[in-house]
Nanobody, 123 residues
Framework: QVQLVESGGGLVQAGGSLRLVCAAS????????MGWFRQAPGKEREFVAT????????GYADSVKGRFTISRENAKNTVYLQMSYLKPEDTAVYYC????????????????WGQGTQVTVSS
């Protein structure tokens, strides 16, 4: 069975940084594109970032460009989201997701999802 487990969320002041980690198991990690999505209370889930199988292609939502960095270490079956210059608007539950082969900015394209990790940014 496929499992994605996020960690690294927490409470941080505006302008601070957090590094989210997603550990994958039960799949051939290097054949899956990975993504990060987030959902704030009362809002729809939104795309944050995606990364291709070997990390060569990366995409970000406009709202996080220049502040967030997605990366992966296939030898560790792990994907990361480095978040810097955090804003209160970044407060949300962040989800790790995977889909076979190709990247996508659409949540409906992803097959597997983690349980989410809470990120709270105070002002």
């Amino acid at each position: 069975q496929v499992q994605l487990v996020e960690s690294g969320g927490g409470l941080v002041q505006a302008g601070g940084s957090l590094r989210l980690v997603c550990a994958a198991s039960g799949l051939t990690f290097s054949t899956y594109a990975m993504g990060w999505f987030r959902q704030a209370p009362g809002k729809e889930r939104e795309f944050v970032a995606t990364i291709s199988r070997s990390g060569g292609n990366i995409g970000y939502a406009d709202s996080v460009k220049g502040r967030f960095t997605i990366s992966r270490e296939n030898a560790k079956n792990t994907v990361y989201l480095q978040m810097s210059y955090l804003k209160p608007e970044d407060t949300a539950v962040y989800y790790c997701a995977s889909r076979f082969w190709s990247t996508s900015v659409y949540g409906d394209d992803y097959t597997y999802w983690g349980q989410g990790t809470q990120v709270t940014v105070s002002s």
